[in-house]
C-alpha cells in the first residue's frame, strides 16, 4: 500500500520563503515527484527526485531522503502567482500514489 | 502542450444513468491513467492501461470500467452513476521516451456531478 503525507494548507508572505515537507511509505520507489496545481486547472510537473539529495530549479527546489522516506519542496521569492495545491507523488512501476496535497497561499 | 483532449469537460447527470469519459491523445504514448480528485483525498487512480487492450485497476477501480481499443483513445464509463462518483476526473499520460522518469501529462480535467 501507498501512504504519503503532506500539510493540508500553508500561509505564507510575498518574498518569503516555505517549505512543503512529504513523508512517504510505499510499498516501491522508483522516484518522486512535485507537481503544482492552480485552482480549476491540471496539475503540472515542477520537479523529480529519484536518488537522496537536492534538485534545484530557479526558485524552486526539492530534496529527498530516500532512508527516511521524506522530501521536501522548497518556494524561495515567493509570488503571488505561487498560490496553488503542491502535489507530492511516488512512483511505483507504472504508477504515480499521490499525496493529498497542500494548499499554499500567498499573502501581499 | 502533451496534445490531451478530455470530454466532455463538465456533465451533469441523474443517479443511476450511465456516462463515459474519453482522453484522446494525439503522440501514441503507451500509456494512459485515469484518476479522480477529491477534497481532502488527492489523486488517486482508477484504472490504467500499458497497450491497446491492456488494462488495469487501481485504488479506486470499483463502479468503473475502462477500455482502450486504439492507442490513441482511453475510455472511462460509470455503468450505473452514484453521488459518490461525482467528482473531477483527469486523464494523464507518461511518455515513456529514452530518459523517461515516470513524469505524468494531465488533461485539463472532466468536471462530474452526479445527482
Known amino acids: 500500500g501507498q501512504n504519503i503525507d503532506q500539510p493540508t494548507e500553508m500561509t505564507a508572505t510575498e518574498g518569503a520563503i516555505v517549505q512543503i515537507n512529504c513523508t512517504y511509505q510505499t510499498s516501491g520507489f522508483n522516484g518522486l515527484f512535485w507537481y503544482q496545481q492552480h485552482a480549476g486547472e491540471a496539475p503540472t510537473f515542477l520537479s523529480y527526485?529519484?536518488?537522496?539529495g537536492l534538485e534545484e530549479k530557479g526558485r524552486f527546489s526539492s530534496f529527498l531522503s530516500r532512508s527516511k522516506g521524506y522530501s521536501y519542496l522548497l518556494l524561495k521569492e515567493l509570488q503571488m502567482k505561487d498560490s496553488a495545491s503542491y502535489l507530492c507523488a511516488v512512483r511505483d512501476d507504472y504508477k504515480l500514489s499521490f499525496g493529498a496535497g497542500t494548499t499554499v497561499t500567498v499573502r501581499a | 502542450d502533451a496534445g490531451i483532449t478530455q470530454s466532455p469537460r463538465h456533465k451533469v447527470t441523474e443517479t443511476g444513468t450511465p456516462v463515459t469519459l474519453r482522453c484522446h491523445q494525439t503522440e501514441n504514448h503507451r500509456y494512459m491513467y485515469w484518476y479522480r480528485q477529491d477534497p481532502g483525498h488527492g489523486l488517486r487512480l482508477i484504472h490504467y492501461?500499458?497497450?491497446?487492450?491492456?488494462?488495469d485497476k487501481g485504488e479506486v477501480s470499483d463502479g468503473y470500467s475502462v477500455s482502450r481499443s486504439k492507442t490513441e483513445d482511453f475510455l472511462l464509463t460509470l455503468e450505473s452513476a452514484t453521488s459518490s462518483q461525482t467528482s473531477v476526473y483527469f486523464c494523464?499520460?507518461?511518455?515513456?521516451?529514452?530518459?523517461?522518469?515516470?513524469?505524468?501529462?494531465f488533461g485539463e480535467g472532466s468536471r462530474l456531478t452526479v445527482l
Open positions: 492501461s500499458y497497450g491497446v487492450k491492456d488494462t
Open positions: 527526485n529519484v536518488l537522496d
Open positions: 494523464a499520460i507518461r511518455k515513456g521516451l529514452a530518459g523517461d522518469t515516470g513524469e505524468l501529462f
